[in-house]
């Protein structure tokens, strides 16, 4: 490979049990540093209203995003709470080139598959102060039925638990503030892993 085909930027890998906030962590990031990419991540996953495709998710559906892995044009792809979820890779490897700090925000399978390719990637887990908070978080964002929320709360020791052998990084969430200075940190490297 040559020099200008080097990759240059870093990739940041940021996961988390639904509800605890990663994605107001994540536009946090973005307003605080500079060339960040979030990379959007395909789903077949009905889109609730207040989602915008392209922004949040790229919607599919499960035969076009079969299509996408048997072309192999995604990074990682994993099945979670019933429905598909996978990177596409262009975006990320474009970021990259450009040196930009390109962040996925996915789910401990595919951060386990992104870190093979990536294996200088950034891991940060964010963690919920108590469990206690993290049911009042996803009760109260209102964009899942009960059930839905049941089956996340249920799902999220499991992910807290497979998160402590995976990820170097463990950031809780009580203060909002406080969590996205721990992130900018880890990712711009203040933080040394001494402290970790
Ligand atoms: P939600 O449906 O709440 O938006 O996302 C559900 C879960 O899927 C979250 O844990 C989220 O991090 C994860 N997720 C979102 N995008 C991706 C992706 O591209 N790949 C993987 N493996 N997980 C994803």
Redesign the pocket.
């Known amino acids: 490979m040559t020099d200008s085909r080097k990759k240059k930027g870093k990739v940041v890998i940021l996961?988390?049990?639904?509800g605890v906030g990663?994605s107001t962590i994540c536009k946090e990031i973005i307003r605080r540093l500079d060339r960040v990419h979030l990379?959007v991540?395909?789903?077949t996953?009905p889109k609730s209203a207040t989602e915008v495709d392209g922004r949040d998710?790229w919607f599919v559906s499960k035969k076009e995003f079969q299509e996408r892995i048997d072309k192999g044009l995604l990074l990682?792809?994993?099945k979670?709470?019933g429905?598909f979820?996978?990177?596409p890779k262009d975006k990320v490897i474009e970021s990259l080139q450009e040196g930009k700090i390109v962040i996925?925000?996915?789910?401990v399978?595919?951060?386990i598959q992104a870190k093979a390719v990536f294996p200088d990637a950034i891991m940060i887990f964010i963690l919920p102060p108590s469990a206690k908070t993290l049911a009042e978080r996803l009760n109260h964002r209102g964009r899942d039925s009960a059930d839905a929320a049941e089956i996340?709360l249920n799902g999220a020791s499991d992910e807290i638990a497979a998160a402590w052998q995976h990820y170097k990084h463990m950031v809780i969430n009580e203060d909002l503030q406080q969590a996205v200075n721990e992130c900018v940190q880890i990712i711009t490297n203040k933080k040394s892993d001494a402290s970790v």
């Open positions: 996961s988390g049990p639904s990663k990379s991540s395909m789903t996953r998710y990682e792809h994993a979670v709470f429905h979820y996978g990177t996925l925000e996915i789910d399978q595919g951060a996340r």
